[in-house]
């Protein structure tokens, strides 16, 4: 097994205990872990807009040559029309997880979504789990562009379980961060065994950066969540700063 694949199997077994272990790192739930998550998110939008928008800009070249001749021809900003479709859909779980909360908050049966919502949430997030798996190996011809993958994707994945046990509690502690964290091994492994098409990639990334970005901006910007700015702006700074040095 090649050095980048191992470094690869490596950081997908981190990212998967961080969901295993989850209910342990909670001991840092009050104010300097809202710090902590706010400089997390901006480290996470600094990657999203100097690492991921830059590659969907070159996958884009790659889908536009790959569907002339095509019925979609027309569709000149494949790449980008993917990542809106992905703000959409995060967009609409967070509308629905909310919807569903209230309404049986307002019937006293319980303060959290119903069974549609969390196995909806546990699809989606396994999917893009699985994606991130496979951009970890598929994704990176150095060491050094592979960790910066990670550190990125780390703080997402620390942000959207946050998320997730705010929404769903027992629920996600006892089955969901099982799934989850078996997800992101799922999409490792299928990327050792397979390679998709070449515009798999700018898909994918497509994809992952729309999540990430309505997932941060979720966290980060309702009054309810107490994002700190100075925190957030740190981490970009922070981030931004290993990608341009790097």
């Not at 379980?161 to 492994?189: E, F």
């Not at 050792?192 to 950066?209: E, F, K, M, R, S």
Request: aromatic share 10%; glycine share 8%; charged share 15%.
């Amino acid at each position: 097994m090649q050095t980048i694949q191992l470094a690869a199997l490596a950081a997908v077994l981190v990212l998967a205990c961080v969901h295993v272990f989850s209910n342990r790192l909670r001991v840092f739930q009050n104010v300097p872990r809202h710090k902590f998550l706010s400089a997390a998110g901006g480290a996470a939008v600094a990657f999203v807009v100097l690492q991921l928008l830059p590659g969907i800009s070159k996958g884009q070249e790659t889908l536009v040559q790959a569907s002339e001749g095509g019925i979609f021809w027309f569709l000149d900003r494949h790449a980008y029309l993917l990542m809106l479709a992905s703000v959409l859909l995060f967009y609409g779980l967070e509308k629905a997880a909310r919807t569903s909360r209230s309404s049986r908050k307002e019937q006293s049966e319980s303060d959290r979504p119903g069974p549609a919502v969390f196995w909806l949430h546990m699809a989606t997030f396994g999917v893009m789990n699985v994606l991130v798996g496979y951009l970890m190996i598929h994704r990176h011809e150095t060491i050094q562009a592979l960790v910066l993958f990670f550190l990125a994707m780390l703080v997402k994945f620390l942000i959207n379980d946050n998320s997730l046990h705010a929404a769903h509690k027992a629920g996600y502690d006892r089955l969901g961060r099982w799934l989850l964290a078996g997800a992101v091994v799922v999409g490792w492994g299928t990327g050792y065994v397979y390679t998709v098409p070449n515009v798999g990639p700018a898909v994918l990334q497509a994809l992952l950066a729309g999540a990430v970005l309505l997932n941060v901006f979720k966290e980060e910007l309702p009054s309810e969540k107490k994002g700190k700015l100075l925190p957030f702006a740190l981490g970009a700074v922070a981030y931004a700063g290993l990608l341009v040095t790097l």
